[in-house]
């Protein structure tokens, strides 16, 4: 019989005395796999810290959205930052645009790289609709040189690394949850990126040093309910009807006390039902077409009585015009390192055509351009955050920012429906 062959089946029940020399040997095997497990469970931390920069762990529905931030950091990476944001032109400016890889996003970046901006791009890539489109986009953007960092807003860690790389002297925040019926199936996706995110954005740039200016993506449905037209700054938003109006509204008071208690110059753009070349698949105009193509059969809403349901539907290259006039005029901050010096710039304005068109006649515009008559299916307005017509005055952008639109439906959606046969003949499927 062997000295191990004395060792008890329950350990518990092992008297020391009576065995001194496997008691010892126990107590080493104890030690050795003690030690042994210790380092693997601190190996799994290690990994799981290197691995995920941004330690926030997220709601399953966001995380499946795929919102977390992909690896950054490194030399090679921070040089491709540095050279993004680089400016080429004498005053020219550098900065962050926020969701570069969505629709008004990839349309402005270009436009600043053009002028020989600075331009860094951030986009989380979510799925909210076909994220190939958003890859396409970042394509483009590529061959202009510009980088779009894979990353959410809601990475504070992110975003501050990024201001140590580069000293932005504008932030174009663009990156938010659009769409106002998705926000019945997804609220938290809302609160998510237009507040939580929109504060994490702001918390960084009132820390950095120097400040940058912000120009950032409010909407026409702040005016919600109202039914005084055209939609003027100076009247009410206290009536949004939808969670999508009320996050864009909670965006502009938090906006408000950034200024007021950092020193922050921002500046608010009420877009105006935004459309062109590159535009989001979940907008009625895109998905009208798509389903005109196949020959789906498509719903229009009508308002109370039969009424018109209309909207002040504006070009996305008048849009941009008015997105880089509010960069140039937007005043410095006046704060730094979190501490207000003095008051500072707080704008809104609206960015609408003043031409409020019909949705039927959108769809007849569509009709003749693509050469299909729609299958049409009238519906009444449903209570799920649409409202019935927008109409923008646009005075107060026209009078500060030389904002002036020139390009009336039809002539917009010929470009589109080009850009939109060229695009999804090339192989593309559309969907989203
Ligand atoms: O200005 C904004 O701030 C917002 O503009 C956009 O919202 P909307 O103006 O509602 O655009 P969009 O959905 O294209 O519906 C267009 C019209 O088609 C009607 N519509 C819609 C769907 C449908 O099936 N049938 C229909 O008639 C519908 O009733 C409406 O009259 C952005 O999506 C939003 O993110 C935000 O930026």
């Given at each position: 019989m062997s000295h191990l062959d004395n060792i008890p089946s329950t350990p518990g029940k092992f008297k020391m005395e009576k065995s001194p020399y496997i008691n010892r040997l126990r107590l080493h095997s104890s030690l050795a796999k003690l030690t042994f497990w210790s380092f693997v469970f601190l190996g799994l931390i290690l990994i799981f810290f290197f691995r995920s920069p941004s330690s926030n762990p997220l709601p399953s529905d966001l995380s499946r959205r795929s919102l977390r931030t992909s690896s950054w950091g490194g030399p090679a990476w921070e040089k491709r930052v540095r050279s993004s944001a680089?400016?080429?032109?004498?005053?020219g400016i550098s900065v962050l645009v926020t969701g570069a890889a969505g629709f008004v996003g990839t349309h402005v970046s270009a436009a600043l790289k053009r002028r020989g901006d600075g331009v860094l791009g951030l986009d989380n890539f979510n799925d909210y609709y076909d994220p190939s489109l958003k890859r396409s986009r970042q394509a483009l953007l590529e061959r202009s040189g510009i980088f779009i960092v894979e990353g959410d807003i809601n990475d504070e860690a992110l975003l501050k690394k990024l201001f140590e790389v580069v000293a932005f002297t504008h932030v174009m925040h663009l990156a938010a949850q659009a769409g106002v019926r998705y926000a019945m199936e997804n609220p938290g996706s809302y609160v998510h990126s237009n507040i939580a995110g929109f504060v994490s954005l702001l918390e960084v740039c009132k820390n950095a040093n120097p400040q940058p200016a912000i120009v950032w993506a409010s909407s026409s449905s702040v005016y919600g309910l109202n039914t005084k037209v055209p939609f003027s700054e100076k009247d009410r938003t206290d009536q949004p009807a939808s969670l999508y109006a009320a996050t864009k509204k909670a965006g502009e008071e938090i906006a408000h006390t950034y200024n007021h208690i950092y020193g922050l110059s921002l500046t608010g753009l009420r877009f105006f039902t935004v459309y062109g070349p590159w535009g989001r698949p979940d907008m009625a105009y895109f998905f009208f077409t798509k389903d005109i193509l196949k020959g789906k059969s498509i719903t229009i809403f009508e308002a109370a009585d039969h009424g018109t349901v209309a909207r002040d539907f504006t070009y996305i290259d008048d849009i941009v015009k008015g997105c880089l006039a509010s960069l140039d005029t937007a005043e410095k901050s006046t704060g730094s390192g979190g501490k207000k010096k003095g008051s500072a710039q707080l704008r809104v304005f609206n960015l609408g055509n003043t031409s409020p068109v019909p949705v039927s006649d959108l769809v007849s515009i569509l009709e003749r351009q693509l050469k299909v008559k729609a299958k049409k299916n009238i519906m009444k307005l449903p209570r799920n955050g649409d409202v019935p017509f927008t109409h923008a005055n646009i005075s107060s952008a026209q009078r500060e920012l030389g904002y002036k639109p020139t390009t009336d439906l039809q002539t917009g959606l010929k470009k589109f429906v080009r850009w939109y046969l060229s695009y999804y003949s090339g192989g593309k499927k559309a969907s989203g």
């Open positions: 680089r400016v080429r032109a004498r005053n």
